[in-house]
């Protein structure tokens, strides 16, 4: 079965700071996908970042990088310079590989205000 | 850019009531999904359509039938609610592939009393 935990219920950062939400993943699967995702509190889900298993490279968004850490099994989102408007509940989530569909598993979440 | 649309985006019901909640998508996307999200939860996987034709379990489907209508609609009926299943739900749909995101609609919160 898999897993995302999202450990952090609470973050508080600094306007212009950067923060790292944590996200760690336990699966069997060689192949999987890993994505983030925003929730406002106007409650709509914002994509912001994708990593594949299987990418080299920790992938890049504008602000937003996930620092992807295979064998440690973390796929924490570093989020560059915070914004007002980055206050937010944000999600990591998991994609069984293989099948290609968005069925996604979602951690619990992580609350991150940003203060001026 | 409509996306996806879901409706209503509210309703109460009361324990024993049915109803269904509706959702569209214009990006001629293959596959759609429901999930619902409770409190202090992320969101679970309730149903989802792999393609037109198809409709396959999630994590939480007791209480709960869906209808792929076409590639563009895909309903969730609650035959009999039940307090359990107040929650938020979202539809959301993508297209087929390693690294294809899904986009969600607005959420549907439903009250049962």
């Known amino acids: 079965a898999q897993k995302i935990t999202q450990t952090q219920p609470g973050m508080f950062v600094q306007e212009k700071e950067a923060v790292t939400l944590d996200c760690t993943y336990d699966?069997?699967?060689?192949?999987?996908?890993l994505f983030w995702y925003k929730q406002p509190s106007s409650g709509e889900m914002i994509f912001l970042i994708y990593?594949?298993?299987?990418?080299?490279q920790n992938a890049t968004e504008g602000r937003y990088s996930l620092n992807f850490q295979k064998a440690r099994k973390s796929a924490n989102l570093v989020i560059s310079a915070s914004q007002l408007g980055d206050s937010a509940m944000y999600f990591c989530?998991?994609?069984?590989?293989?099948?290609?569909?968005?069925?996604?598993?979602f951690g619990k979440g992580t609350m991150l205000l940003v203060s001026p | 850019n409509a996306g996806v649309t879901q409706t209503p985006k509210f309703q109460v019901l009361k324990t024993g009531q049915s109803m269904t909640l509706q959702c569209a998508q214009d990006?001629?996307?293959?596959?759609m999904y429901w999930y619902r999200q409770d409190p202090g939860m992320g969101l679970r996987l309730i149903y989802y359509?792999?393609?037109?034709?198809?409709?396959d379990k999630g994590e939480v489907p007791n209480g709960y039938n869906v209808s792929r209508l076409n590639k563009r609609e895909f309903s969730l009926r609650l035959e009999s609610a039940a307090p359990s299943q107040t929650s938020v739900y979202f539809c959301?749909?993508?297209?087929?592939?390693?690294?294809?995101?899904?986009?969600f609609g607005q959420g549907t919160r439903l009250t049962v009393v």
């Open positions: 359509s792999a393609s037109e034709g198809t409709t």
């Open positions: 989530a998991m994609r069984r590989g293989g099948s290609g569909y968005s069925t996604l598993t």
């Open positions: 959301a749909s993508s297209e087929i592939g390693r690294n294809t995101e899904a986009f």
């Open positions: 990593q594949g298993s299987y990418d080299e």
């Open positions: 699966t069997s699967d060689q192949s999987y996908g």
């Open positions: 990006m001629n996307h293959n596959s």
